[in-house]
């Protein structure tokens, strides 16, 4: 574990969490068992669950035009690289916040205040993040969750065992993206109802996106074993990721996605984005459930 001034820990009754400074990034996701549900930044993809902002996805030719001038932003933004400001550490939860400065400006021309809360409950991480525009012109900007699950959550499950129960029935076509950025044509949808088998052939291709879930949770789990349940509010798509060689699982509720293959406009004017107005916030929640082996979980 890092020192406390890089990384908090706090917990619950039924999970322990850590959260690191360096992009407000959770850490550790442990149930009370000791069985950690998070991926450990291991080679194949040497993260655990970074915040994607003030972008999701590529833009193209990683750049970002505003006002006849054109800035230099790479995929998934900034936030995920940059140290956080503690707000509250505390037994069970804590806040950090990144405000806009010269280094964001240099590339991303937007006053802002981006917090993010962490609250343990029961056996469940709660995350709510805030984003203020605190300039005199329309915030353009995306906000994305990217935690990774080991898959399998235990070892010796095939991955195959391993299917996500949507809350409804998701239906037509899925997005795809390629060279990180949004591909014109859909994808089919491997999902049957509610059911989505997993297996690593579904990732050969990139990320599946949803473009407009109906649900607003998923059950990760095999028939036996831990499980988790992610729920998300105030998102808007849903992609799902792994790599070859990782043995992870994406869950990620999104406001907002790649650019389209063919955009190549002013930053503002680009799809999918949140236009906050001067002195206005927006909100958004995850909520991510665990279910230890012991204690079961019902289907959503």
């Known amino acids: 574990m890092a020192s406390y001034d890089t990384s908090h820990p706090f917990g619950a009754a039924g999970v322990t969490v850590a959260v690191l400074a360096q992009g407000a990034e959770l850490c550790l996701l442990r149930d009370h068992a000791g069985h ?12 655990h669950a970074p915040v994607l902002f003030p972008i999701v996805g590529r833009l193209r030719d990683d750049t970002l035009r505003h006002q006849g001038k054109a800035y230099r932003l790479t ?3 900034f936030a995920r690289d940059l140290s956080f400001d503690w707000i509250d550490r505390g037994p069970d939860g804590c806040q950090l916040a990144l405000t806009d400065n010269a280094q964001t400006r240099a590339i991303y ?7 993010i809360a962490y ?5 469940a991480l709660e995350t709510t993040y805030t984003i203020a525009n605190t300039g005199d012109e329309v915030l353009p900007v995306s906000l994305g969750t990217h935690p990774a699950f080991r898959w399998p959550l235990v070892p010796g499950v095939p991955k195959e065992a391993y299917a996500l129960t949507f ?15 949004l591909r014109p044509d ?6 049957e109802g509610r059911h ?24 990760y789990a095999a028939d036996t074993g831990p499980g988790l349940n992610v729920s998300w509010d105030g998102f808007c798509q849903l992609g ?14 999104w406001c907002g996605m790649a650019s389209p293959e063919n955009f190549d406009g002013e930053f503002s004017q680009k799809p999918w984005l949140m236009l906050i107005p001067p002195g206005e916030k927006r909100c958004a929640h995850l909520s991510i459930s665990l279910e230890p082996s012991d204690g079961g979980g019902e289907q959503v």
């Open 109 to 115: 021309p937007f006053p802002f205040r981006f917090e």
């Open 75 to 77: 995929q998934h933004g």
């Open 186 to 191: 859909g994808r089919p949808s491997p999902i």
């Open 167 to 181: 809350e409804a029935q998701e239906v037509g076509p899925l997005r795809g993206v390629a060279g990180g950025l």
């Open 36 to 47: 950690d549900y998070l991926w450990p930044a291991a080679q194949a993809w040497p993260r």
């Open 119 to 123: 609250s343990a409950r029961e056996a």
């Open 196 to 219: 989505l088998a997993l297996s690593e052939s579904l990732f050969a291709a990139d990320a599946l996106i949803l473009p407009s879930p109906a649900s607003r949770s998923v059950r």
């Open 240 to 253: 799902l990721w792994s790599r070859a060689g990782g043995d992870f699982l994406c869950i990620e509720p």
